[in-house]
């Protein structure tokens, strides 16, 4: 059998009630549930009750999935399953980070929370939103981005799928040229244009507050938003960084691939990541936990593999 990654999602596969199953079946979901809820008091009941509207806004996003993320984490290592390797899509390389030792399952916490408030203040200054583009090429997406003063590709998800960040003034008539050209585009779930220069400030402060954190060495290989590589260095250049500038999934997954993973199990809500996954390469196994069913599958499949 080939190698297991483990990759965890950003924001737009939050969903109310998430973890909740994974919560009231697993102890060690329920155990890491409830150290992180210790932190920021009121984090799960968001979870499990939270509107669809309070978990879109950034500084509730963040936590809430980072949150749900380690405790399905939590319960695969407690029915037996490791990743070789990790990645996470924008938040969820803070996630990866604590999988891979590099930081504490609370620092993390600490970490992302701060990153959701920080972008959450950026978003209210600089009013932005995010369209995945679909049925164009990269360079097309590229080309017409560049026909705008505020329209920046930022996330390249599979191949026929570029996401744009752009300014809510500039955001219609970007919409019409795509569709000129043969496109379509679907709004994000998203409170602001990430990935973007308009989260300029929100990366420098970041800087700033992961100074704060010792890291320790990588367990496993990490890989890294900005560079689509695993990280050979202080991850904390990069991981600031990374909230102004675009994610290179594409890459990262053609890496890890290439490295000898064959199985992919997305950590969290949502199969946003399988399915992007499945479009750049249909050769591989993926699967997602988010409850205790599909743990169960996932312990079935991978130890028969």
Known sequence: MGKIAFVFSGQGAQAPGMG??????????????????????????????????????????????YLTECAAAAALREAGITPDAVAGFSLGEIAALSEAGIVSVEDGFRIVSERGRLMQKEAESHPAVMDAVLKLSDEEVEETASLFAEVYPVNYN?????????????????????KERGGRTMRLRVAGGFHSPFMHEAAESFAKELEKYPFKGQSIPIYS?????????DPKPLLSKQIESPVRWVTIVRNMIASGIDTFIEVGPGTTLTGLIKRIDSSVRTFNVSDAESIRNITMEVKNG
Request: charged share 25%; aromatic share 6%; net charge negative.
């Open 20 to 65: 909740k199953d994974l919560y009231e079946s697993s102890p060690a979901a329920r155990a890491v549930s409830h150290t992180l809820d210790e932190i920021r008091k009121g984090t799960l009941e968001m979870c499990f009750s939270g509107s669809a509207e309070d978990l879109q806004k950034t500084e509730n996003t963040q936590p809430c999935m």
């Open 158 to 178: 599979s191949p026929g799928q570029v996401v744009v960040s752009a300014a809510e003034s500039s955001i219609a008539d970007f919409e019409a040229k795509v």
């Open 225 to 233: 938003n900005v560079t689509g590589q695993a990280y050979e260095e």
